[in-house]
């Protein structure tokens, strides 16, 4: 079993940015893949980025390439997920996930865990 909690969001003007910590109880979290998701109002839940349980390899959607950093520390129990250059329609709720494998993780599936979520807010 693994209890997920996301911190760290806030209102942030465009351009700014925020980092937010996903911490994880249980002894097991080395071994899962995580993600972080979003969900804007009036839309699907979308994926942003996952890392495999090593941290070796990272996947990131096409729209926060080059902007976010997913990151894991794995002896704090922590996925953090750093956001930079923001934009407004980065605005969402933010959720991290765990699942087995990073490439499954990307996809949506077999997700074991989900965090309560993180409201982001970008003004312009």
């Known amino acids: 079993q693994v209890q997920l909690v996301e911190s760290g969001g806030g209102l942030v003007q465009a351009g700014g940015s925020l980092r937010l910590p996903c911490a994880a109880s249980?002894?097991?979290?080395?071994?899962?893949?995580m993600g972080w998701f979003r969900q804007a109002p009036g839309k699907e839940r979308e994926f942003v980025a996952a890392?495999?349980?090593?941290?070796?390899?990272?996947y990131y959607a096409d729209s926060v390439k080059g902007r976010f950093t997913i990151s894991r520390d794995n002896a704090k129990n922590t996925v953090y997920l750093q956001m930079n250059s923001l934009k407004p329609e980065d605005t969402a709720v933010y959720y991290c996930?765990?699942?087995?494998?990073?490439?499954?993780?990307?996809?949506?599936?077999?997700?074991?865990?989900w965090g309560q979520g993180t409201q982001v807010t970008v003004s312009s």
């Open positions: 996930a765990a699942g087995t494998k990073a490439l499954t993780v990307v996809a949506g599936r077999g997700l074991d865990y």
């Open positions: 249980g002894r097991t979290f080395s071994s899962y893949a």
């Open positions: 890392i495999s349980w090593s941290g070796g390899s990272t």
